[in-house]
């Protein structure tokens, strides 16, 4: 039998069952929770973090589409309260972090052993949950995408969202000067309190990006662009880019998919480079676990935290992804339980 410390026999989980733009196909239920099978564990999650992929699978937009119903969730954190026997690690009443393609917003889960890493150390379940995706995607981009060299500028647009946060923070721990770039000074903030040397205010549309970061390069242009954003951000960065650059294409949070005319890479010289960190590790696995410790060092060190900008409970779903997708939240949108019963350990013949 498994060694278990109180385990659920049911868990509450979100499902995703109809494809719609203002999430009214999230439904809140129950159902049985099977015990652990050979090399599982079972997880108690106290909070779980949104990200932009899970706006894009509630519509039907991204490139992932599982069949409805599905529970949706890419990442969580919680406390191990029932293991399979045999198992070295994770041990019950560890603190894990959880990432997937799909099932992290359900306050208990039976995952694989192998699927979880412990939770960086001074981080709470909140923070604990929301970093991963974000970090890891930042990594990718800076250090294996555009191999991003200290004294290098690097342009980060959506800087105050949680992926353009990680990615300031990232940028001044490899060296560049930071320019950050977001749609209020307000929320630009943050990004300056992560690091970035310069904040530029889009108030007058993208097309003043051009000029302000000729100015603050002396002409030069960015060496790097991270750009999760898209849409005209993505057109006015094809023409601020150095000679050489990298133009990351991470995401397109704009709602538009920018293209880039063949002759402006020729003429500039500059890489148009795709960041797809998931399954850059799923394609290169050793390189993927690399990746991986990478960041768990660094948070672990304190230099990749994640800023919480909203927390609703977990029964506050549709509201946390009505807040992601509204752009209200500076950083990382999180559901979380408002009770968290950690589990006494116990062990069942």
């Not at 894009?56 to 890419?74: D, H, I, N, S, T």
């Not at 402006?264 to 390189?287: S, T």
Request: with cysteine.
């Amino acid at each position: 039998m498994p060694t278990t410390a109180d385990p659920a026999d049911t868990r509450r989980r979100w499902l995703c069952t109809a494809l719609t733009d203002d999430f009214s196909g999230l439904r809140l239920g129950a159902e049985p929770l099977r015990r652990c099978a050979a090399g599982e564990v079972q997880l108690q999650v106290h909070a779980a973090a949104l990200n932009f992929p899970d706006l894009l699978m509630a519509r039907g937009l991204y490139q992932l589409k599982p069949p409805l119903p599905f529970v949706p969730g890419l990442e969580c954190a919680g406390v191990v309260t029932a293991a399979a026997p045999g198992l070295a690690w994770p041990r019950i009443g560890e603190r894990v972090v959880y990432h997937a393609q799909g099932g992290a917003f359900a306050d208990a889960l039976v995952v694989p052993a192998t699927a979880v890493r412990a939770a960086p150390a001074g981080f709470d379940d909140a923070e604990a949950a929301a970093y991963g995706a974000v970090a890891l995607t930042a990594w990718v981009a800076l250090v294996r995408r555009a191999q991003l060299q200290p004294g290098e500028v690097l342009l980060v647009h959506g800087a105050s969202g949680g992926t353009g946060l990680a990615a300031v923070q990232l940028g001044r721990h490899l060296g560049a000067t930071v320019i950050a770039t977001g749609r209020s000074a307000a929320r630009l903030q943050a990004a300056l309190a992560a690091g970035a040397q310069h904040a530029v205010v889009l108030d007058s549309g993208a097309a003043a990006l051009r000029s302000a970061v000729l100015d603050l390069t002396a002409g030069r242009g960015a060496d790097v662009v991270f750009d999760p954003v898209g849409g005209d951000v993505f057109d006015a960065s094809l023409r601020c880019i150095a000679w050489g650059g990298r133009l990351l294409v991470v995401g397109f949070a704009s709602g538009r998919i920018g293209s880039v005319p063949a002759n402006l890479p020729l003429i500039k010289g500059f890489g148009v480079l795709g960041v797809r960190a998931g399954e850059y590790g799923r394609r290169d696995p050793v390189r993927g676990a690399q990746n991986r410790q990478a960041v768990e060092a660094l948070a672990a060190r304190g230099l990749l935290r994640p800023h919480i900008g909203a927390r609703f409970a977990f029964e506050q779903l549709p509201e946390a992804y009505r807040a992601l997708a509204g752009g209200t939240a500076v950083g990382k949108v999180v559901i979380e339980r408002l009770q968290k019963q950690v589990a006494t350990a116990s062990t069942t013949s």
